[in-house]
């Protein structure tokens, strides 16, 4: 099956730096990588997702990067603010809709 | 539209005892997916059904678990007996397949079994 490996595990950011965060995959297989944020006490939320004939995807602050030759996926949030603070998780599914996820990466955003 | 809505919220239990989560889907989607979330494990993928139907159960960890979806609008996960280990968060979420594949998750039901 899927293997989604995340790193890092914590993020500590000053207020209005960027933040990345790196996923490898191991099914090449592979064609469907959402990022989900997930606050403390709340259900994890989509805030971007990115398809494999896609490089990258942007929204406002947050970005997504996918180089589908090395299997690794990245978020990238830039001018971050102290709402940002989270736990995000990547995933990776094929056409079987089966999403396996990362382990996550809590981010904390210093004032 | 609600989003996934899970029943209960919280539940408290001592070890023994049968539980029983609810969830109902997003209306119009036809997959619906039951995950569990620990500091340990992360978030864990028990069962999956497409159109009612139960397509993957590898993720169930026991007997003990068992998943039904009786129609597109309700779904449960069923713990009997339960033990402390399963405590957990557990999420049930929906999609439509075949489509843009976004999963939606609902709030969750925090479960303590003592």
């Known amino acids: 099956g899927e293997n989604v490996e995340q790193h890092p595990s914590t993020l500590s950011v000053q207020e209005g730096d960027s933040a990345v965060i790196k996923c490898t995959y191991s099914?090449?297989?592979?064609?469907?990588f959402p990022w989900y944020k997930q606050e403390l006490g709340k259900r994890p939320q989509l805030i971007i997702d990115?398809?494999?004939?896609?490089g990258e995807k942007k929204d406002q602050r947050i970005a997504v990067t996918l180089n589908k030759t090395a299997k690794h996926f990245s978020l990238h949030i830039t001018e971050t603010q102290p709402e940002d603070s989270a736990v995000y998780f990547c995933?990776?599914?094929?056409?079987?809709?089966?999403?396996?996820f990362g382990a996550g990466t809590t981010v904390t955003v210093r004032a | 539209d609600a989003g996934v809505i899970q029943s209960p919220r919280h539940e408290v239990t001592e070890m023994g005892q049968e539980v029983t989560l609810r969830c109902k889907p997003i209306?119009?989607?036809?997959?619906l997916f039951w995950y569990r979330q620990t500091m340990m494990r992360g978030l864990e993928l028990l069962i999956y059904?497409?159109?009612?139907?139960?397509?993957?159960d590898s993720g169930m960890p026991e007997d003990r678990f068992s998943a039904k979806m009786p129609n597109a609008s309700f779904s449960t996960l069923k713990i009997q007996p339960s033990e402390p280990r399963d405590s957990a968060v557990y999420f049930c979420?929906?999609?439509?397949?075949?489509?843009?594949?976004?999963?939606?998750f609902g709030s969750g039901t925090q479960l303590s079994v003592l």
């Open positions: 995933a990776a599914s094929r056409y079987d809709y089966k999403l396996s």
């Open positions: 979420a929906s999609s439509v397949q075949g489509s843009d594949e976004k999963l939606f």
């Open positions: 059904f497409n159109n009612n139907v139960p397509i993957d």
């Open positions: 990115i398809r494999s004939n896609v």
């Open positions: 099914d090449s297989a592979s064609n469907y």
């Open positions: 209306s119009g989607h036809n997959s």
